[in-house]
């Protein structure tokens, strides 16, 4: 879908706005409609409780995240249900025609990710969704989300990722991230933002924008993790919500479900002032409960017990690990482990291999990183360690299978998501070379 690069000709958010402008998108409504979320990790399943919530409060609710998983569609949902086939199609034809016009005049190419977002909006604009949740692509003083004008908006977590384009210090990351928040509004930083709390308020402060964090203005108390579940008890200004459940696995997605809810009571505020707190604690209480969303910490098959994780930047990846640990115990883990080209190899070997007696280390379809490379970073990170090498994410499948069945070990899928998605593809059956992630 779109036969476009990934960028186009760089950066150029007044190209952007010429085509929401071309498209009849009302800016207007999608500012008083929209949140934004950004973020280094915890981006997608923050958007997907703050969606949930909307729904169980009985809002027409629009999502647009990415990447996608296996189908293109996932990336454009409104009450949960991805849009179909032909609407996908058509609306494509109608946003390239206009993205064909646009260029010739300007003399630029769009990229794939303007594209998308500007058919997120229209799509959800012809929907007359009440509640747009978008999750940003990378950064936020250029994503397009910039554009919604957002003033309720969320960075989920920090880490170094795409230093080439966001910068090499996790200072001017977190900015970058922060601009995605229009001016007046609030932004809701995760817990592992909290050290850059005084940049982050100083950043913040000529721009007229609330800082808020989780752990200090937004408490989460008494966590428990229960069969199948998780909970914890939610503080945020007057509100005090007892007993939050949480179906997702691992203690990272309680800092999303907090972020998911105070994001939603703040959009709630200035949308809806009047609103009954019941119904506000019954919506973020149900919605938190129903929410779903594939790939973290996710069980794909249970004879042998298999677990992928999408992560893909250390501190992502050390959080998972500990919520793999804390599910289902820390022993008996037989590693699956492939890294993206662009990621940092030696980082994400050094946050998983002491944790493991067995590893295969191989390489995705889709921007997979040397195998052989890999290997050489699991063993300087543990040297005891059986580590093998397959060439293909199928030989990775079938071999672990084997190896777990003989040493009595369960399957643990990490380092990256397209190692992860594409050993979901291999258990289903389906051709993992045949995904397309862009």
């Given amino acids: 879908m779109f036969d476009l690069s990934k960028y186009g000709d760089g ?18 409504r ?22 949930s919530i909307g729904r169980a409060f009985g809002l027409r609710t629009g999502l647009f995240t990415s990447p ?39 003399g630029e190419r769009f990229g794939a990710f303007e594209a998308l977002f500007a058919l997120a909006c229209l799509f959800f604009q012809e929907n007359d969704c009440e509640l747009l949740v ?34 090499n210090s996790l ?69 005090d919500f007892r007993a939050l459940g949480v179906a997702l696995p691992g203690g990272f997605q309680l800092n999303n479900a907090a972020i998911a809810a105070t994001l939603f009571i703040n959009w709630i505020e200035r949308t809806r002032p009047r609103s009954p707190t019941a119904d506000l604690e019954a919506a973020v209480r149900n919605g938190l409960r129903q929410a ?3 790939g973290r910490l996710e069980a794909i098959a249970q004879d042998p017990l298999t677990v992928i994780d999408v992560g893909h930047t250390p501190d992502g990846i050390k959080q998972s690990l500990a919520g793999l640990h804390a599910t289902y115990g820390p022993n008996d883990w037989l590693l699956v482990a492939g890294v993206s080209l662009d990621k940092k190899a030696a980082l994400i070997a ?8 067995t590893i295969i280390c191989t390489a995705a379809h889709h921007k997979g990183g040397d195998a ?24 990775a499948f079938a071999s672990s299978r084997t190896l777990a069945a003989a040493l009595n070990e369960r399957i643990y899928v990490a380092g990256g998501l397209f190692t992860a998605i594409e050993y979901a593809a291999v258990a289903r059956g389906l051709d993992a070379s045949s995904l397309a992630f862009f």
């Fill in 134 to 167: 978008f999750e940003a692509g990378i950064g936020g003083r250029y994503d397009p989300v910039r554009l919604l004008g957002s003033r309720v908006a969320a960075v989920t977590s920090i880490d170094y990722e795409h230093v080439e384009l966001l910068g």
């Fill in 292 to 294: 779903r969303w594939p």
């Fill in 372 to 395: 052989t490379a890999l290997a050489s970073a699991m063993r300087l990170a543990n040297p005891a360690a059986q580590i093998e090498i397959a060439a293909t994410i199928e030989q």
């Fill in 350 to 357: 050094s946050a998983l291999a002491p944790h493991f007696r």
């Fill in 11 to 28: 950066i150029c958010l007044a190209r952007m706005a010429e085509l929401l402008e071309a498209l009849a998108i009302d800016r207007a």
């Fill in 171 to 239: 200072e001017l990351i977190v900015s970058d991230k922060s601009d995605a928040c229009a001016s007046g509004g609030s932004i809701v930083y995760g817990e592992n933002c909290r050290a850059l709390r005084p940049h982050i308020g100083e950043y913040n402060r000529n721009r007229n924008v609330e800082s808020l964090f989780v752990r200090d203005e937004v408490s989460i108390n008494d966590q428990a993790v229960e069969a199948g579940s998780q909970r914890f008890d939610f503080v945020f200004r007057t509100f």
């Fill in 68 to 106: 996608h998983l296996f189908r293109i569609n996932e990336r454009f949902q409104i009450d949960g249900a991805p849009i179909e086939d032909i609407r996908l199609r058509e609306l494509e034809r109608t946003v390239m025609a206009v993205i064909d016009n646009i260029s010739r005049r300007r």
């Fill in 30 to 51: 999608l500012q008083e409609r929209s949140i934004a979320i950004t973020g280094s990790n915890g981006k997608g399943s923050t958007a997907a409780f703050c969606a």
